[in-house]
């Protein structure tokens, strides 16, 4: 069964400063990998995506993250954070060419993304 | 252009009641979900529909039931509501294998 952890919980970073948020995924295949980003009392927004081909993939509001194979992982990156990109932020693995699982999505356990100015 | 929209946004219940969650999506979309997300466990799949016509069971489906009525809108029921169904819900609806997008999600509380 496919699985997705985000090791941190909660990150405080101040505006401006770089940024990394960790994704670690467990799948037999070749995933689908999704990072959404939620603002409080709202719903999911898809920041970027990965299906195939290029392993750095570029999203919304600058945010972009790379797809490592060898350490199964799929971290989110920002060179300088802004106030606003204070949010909760879900990893997502799904099931990618050749799944059976008609797109099922797995999403970690989320992580909090405090801003300090 | 609505995208994916939920009815109601926020339902108190007493434990034993039954309700029906709404979910439409105007995007032609073949394939919805229903999630429920709780503190610190993300996101977790109760039901899906991969096609109209039909549904599958997902991680945590006990207590639930859903129809996809037709291609735009899939309905989750609670018929006895529980406290352990406190959580907020949230409805997606994707082309089959791609993106999903979201509804903004319904609040409920089981008392």
């Known amino acids: 069964a496919q699985s997705v952890t985000q090791p941190d919980i909660h990150i405080t970073v101040s505006e401006g400063a770089s940024l990394e948020l960790r994704c670690n995924y467990s799948?037999?295949?070749?995933?689908?990998l999704f990072w959404y980003v939620q603002s409080p009392g709202q719903g999911l927004q898809l920041l970027l995506k990965y299906f195939s081909g290029d392993t750095l993939v570029q999203g919304i509001k600058g945010f972009e993250a790379e797809f490592k194979r060898s350490q199964s992982s799929f971290n989110l990156r920002k060179p300088s954070v802004h106030w606003s990109d204070a949010a909760e932020y879900f990893c997502a693995v799904g099931d990618g060419a050749g799944g059976t699982s008609y797109g099922k999505l797995t999403f970690g356990q989320g992580t909090i993304l405090t801003v300090h100015p | 252009n609505a995208g994916v929209t939920q009815t109601p946004k926020f339902q108190v219940l007493k434990t034993g009641q039954s309700m029906t969650l709404q979910c439409a999506q105007d995007?032609?979309?073949?394939?919805m979900y229903w999630y429920r997300q709780d503190p610190g466990m993300g996101l977790r799949l109760i039901y899906y529909?991969?096609?109209?016509?039909?549904?599958d069971k997902g991680e945590v489906p006990n207590g639930y039931n859903v129809s996809r009525l037709n291609k735009r809108e899939f309905s989750l029921r609670l018929e006895s509501a529980a406290p352990s169904q406190t959580s907020v819900y949230f409805c997606a609806s994707s082309r089959v294998l791609e993106t999903q997008y979201f509804g903004p999600g319904t609040r409920l509380l089981v008392l």
């Open positions: 995007m032609n979309h073949n394939s």
């Open positions: 799948y037999g295949a070749t995933p689908y």
């Open positions: 529909s991969a096609s109209e016509g039909t549904t």
